[in-house]
């Protein structure tokens, strides 16, 4: 079983920056999708970056620019470096991972990679992020 763990999430002012990791464990599958997704309170989940195994990286417009999403192969941890936060980046964030079904499909359409998230997929338990004004 894949487990994922994120922390560095934290209080923050608007403008400031945070990073976030996930290390993952347990059985390796080929690591073809992995992404960060948030959810605030009343809010739908949303996706905020994927990359590929190949390093392909894809990003919510509503983040460009602010975040990237970054990996470490050997140590098996997944980042998320956060600049110019916004009080609307306020949100639980997730960690996750494709099954290898998911994966295939999600690295020849990462385009739409949130579609191939779903509850059959690996979630870490998530951190907290709030930024105040």
């Known amino acids: 079983q894949v487990q994922l763990v994120e922390s560095g999430g934290g209080s923050v002012q608007a403008g400031g920056s945070l990073r976030l990791s996930c290390v993952v464990s347990?059985?390796?599958?080929?690591?073809?999708?992995m992404g960060w997704f948030r959810q605030a309170p009343g809010k739908e989940r949303e996706g905020v970056a994927v990359i590929t195994d190949d390093g392909t990286t894809v990003y919510a417009d509503s983040v460009k620019g602010r975040f990237s999403i970054s990996k470490d192969t050997a140590k098996n941890t997944l980042f998320l470096q956060m600049n110019s936060l916004k009080p609307e980046d306020t949100a639980m964030y997730y960690c996750?991972?494709?099954?290898?079904?998911?994966?295939?499909?999600?690295?020849?359409?990462?385009?739409?990679?949130?579609?191939?998230?779903?509850?059959?997929?690996?979630w870490g338990q998530g951190t907290q992020v709030t930024v105040s004004s």
């Open positions: 996750a991972e494709t099954n290898p079904v998911q994966g295939l499909r999600c690295r020849s359409d990462f385009a739409r990679f949130s579609t191939y998230f779903t509850t059959s997929s690996y």
């Open positions: 347990g059985y390796f599958y080929s690591r073809y999708c």
